[in-house]
């Protein structure tokens, strides 16, 4: 099992920036890639972005391209989303995922096979 666990989230205003952090425990050496999901109130879970343990490679959602970036401390099984120039309609949930199976299905929420509770962000105009 790994235990995902989120911090960072807040109430800002629009073009302010957040910093989120993820930290994994237990068996992460079982999974190769970590993710950000996010829901807004009344809509379906949707993809922010993703990276992998053991290579570069980070994808990203079209709305959020150029303005988040994803990372991760390998020493510390941490996976950071830095969230810059907010928008009101950034407001949602942040859920931190991992990924256990190869299905390669990264922007699909419900290829991922662990979640975290989840951090709210709020973000006024």
């Known amino acids: 099992q790994v235990q995902l666990v989120e911090s960072g989230g807040g109430l800002v205003q629009a073009g302010a920036s957040l910093r989120l952090s993820c930290a994994a425990s237990?068996?992460?050496?079982?999974?190769?890639?970590m993710g950000w999901i996010r829901q807004a109130p009344g809509k379906e879970r949707e993809f922010v972005a993703a990276?992998?343990?053991?290579?570069?490679?980070?994808y990203y959602a079209d709305s959020v391209k150029g303005r988040f970036t994803i990372s991760r401390d390998n020493a510390k099984n941490t996976v950071y989303l830095q969230m810059n120039s907010l928008k009101p309609e950034d407001t949602a949930v942040y859920y931190c995922?991992?990924?256990?199976?190869?299905?390669?299905?990264?922007?699909?929420?419900?290829?991922?096979?662990?979640w975290g509770q989840g951090t709210q962000v709020t973000v006024s105009s």
């Open positions: 990276c992998f343990w053991r290579a570069r490679s980070t």
């Open positions: 237990g068996r992460t050496d079982s999974t190769y890639l």
């Open positions: 995922a991992a990924k256990e199976r190869y299905t390669g299905l990264y922007y699909s929420p419900p290829a991922y096979d662990y």
